[in-house]
């Protein structure tokens, strides 16, 4: 198994490490404290099974981070490893692509539990996180890249291919594969489903 820890705190990153080896000795873990040096490590480095991500990195925000590992690394369970944060910001995160969260502040026992969990590439949340209290089709919208998410959104306002496309500065041919893996993630068979589900979900993540 191969792990990167994108976190800019030495002692955090350490005690991840320490519990992962506690674990499993077939594993090799790389530690970046910056997302720079992250992005170095994605470029040259064969596909990691499971990547930590900090939300509070001092050189990038998450989004656009969690862009930028998905095109490096499409099939690495990322894990939102981080201090306590609002559930807003969580089911954002989640929304954009994260698939579990390991609050720093865990107890021994719940750190203990979620590790265990994601050595085995299961999902992990912690109990406040629970799926019944995330928005419906959140799996679902972990798949959904940041730029199907924008389409998403574009959608929603009516636009049609021609116009979303123009905007994003992309061909109406990558627009209707996008669409296709978009309808096939959400479930749903037409534009009208998918604009419906993306205004329930947006008035979810806001209430």
């Known amino acids: 198994m191969k792990i990167l820890i994108i976190?800019?705190?030495?002692?955090?990153?350490?005690?991840?490490?320490?519990?992962c080896t506690s674990y499993t000795t077939d594993v090799s873990i790389f530690e970046a404290a910056t997302f720079e040096l992250a992005i170095d490590y994605l470029k040259h480095s064969d596909q990691y099974n499971l990547i930590f991500i900090d939300m509070d990195l001092p050189d990038a925000e998450i989004r656009p981070s969690l862009a930028i590992i998905k095109k490096y690394a499409p099939i690495a369970h990322i894990v939102l490893y981080c201090w306590s944060r609002p559930?807003?910001?969580?089911?954002?995160?989640?929304?954009?692509?994260?698939?579990?969260?390991?609050?720093?502040?865990?107890?021994?026992?719940?750190a203990k539990m979620a590790i265990r969990a994601l050595l085995e590439n299961d999902r992990y949340l912690p109990d406040e996180s629970k799926m019944?209290?995330?928005?419906?089709?959140?799996?679902?919208?972990?798949?959904?890249?940041?730029?199907?998410?924008?389409?998403?959104?574009?959608?929603?306002?009516?636009?049609?291919?021609?116009?979303i496309a123009t905007i994003l500065g992309i061909t109406?041919?990558?627009?209707?594969?996008?669409?296709?893996?978009?309808?096939?993630?959400?479930?749903?068979?037409?534009?009208?489903?998918?604009?419906?589900?993306?205004?329930?979900?947006?008035?979810?993540?806001?209430?």
Do not use: C
């Open 7 to 19: 976190d800019s705190q030495f002692f955090t990153r350490a005690g991840l490490i320490h519990l």
């Open 172 to 207: 109406e041919g990558t627009i209707r594969v996008h669409l296709s893996a978009i309808f096939k993630a959400i479930k749903v068979s037409n534009r009208t489903e998918a604009t419906l589900w993306y205004l329930l979900r947006q008035k979810r993540l806001v209430s």
């Open 87 to 110: 559930m807003s910001e969580i089911r954002q995160a989640l929304a954009s692509g994260i698939r579990s969260y390991l609050p720093k502040n865990a107890s021994a026992e719940d």
């Open 132 to 163: 019944n209290e995330l928005p419906h089709n959140t799996q679902a919208e972990s798949f959904l890249s940041p730029r199907q998410l924008e389409i998403m959104q574009l959608l929603a306002q009516g636009l049609s291919n021609k116009e």
